[in-house]
Nanobody, 118 residues
Framework: QVQLVESGGGLVQPGGSLRLSCAAS????????MGWYRQAPGKQRELVAS???????TYADSVKGRFTISRDNAKNTVYLQMNSLKPEDTAVYYC????????????WGQGTQVTVSS
């Protein structure tokens, strides 16, 4: 079975840092685009960052310059380094794995809570 397991969430003060990890199993990890999404209460789920199998990265405008996505294919793990955190970053963060060929394959983790508050 496919599993994506997030870790590293928690409570942090504004301006602080957290590193989220997502460990994947049951997929050929290196062939997937990996992404981090977040959902705040009453808001739509949004893409935060993604990284393709070739290492191309994309970021939401709201996190550019503060967050960094990376992957370690040897560990089947994707990371999200979050610096200079703001209260508006508070959300449940979800790990996503996706590829489009030979057909759509998409998997989600269970989510991890990030709370930025004084």
């Amino acid at each position: 079975q496919v599993q994506l397991v997030e870790s590293g969430g928690g409570l942090v003060q504004p301006g602080g840092s957290l590193r989220l990890s997502c460990a994947a199993s049951g997929i050929t990890f290196s062939t997937y685009t990996m992404g981090w999404y977040r959902q705040a209460p009453g808001k739509q789920r949004e893409l935060v960052a993604s990284i393709t199998s070739g290492g191309s990265r994309t970021y939401a405008d709201s996190v550019k310059g503060r967050f960094t996505i990376s992957r370690d294919n040897a560990k089947n793990t994707v990371y999200l380094q979050m610096n200079s955190l703001k209260p508006e970053d508070t959300a449940v963060y979800y790990c996503n794995a996706e590829r489009l060929w030979p057909k759509l394959y998409e998997y989600w983790g269970q989510g991890t809570q990030v709370t930025v508050s004084s």
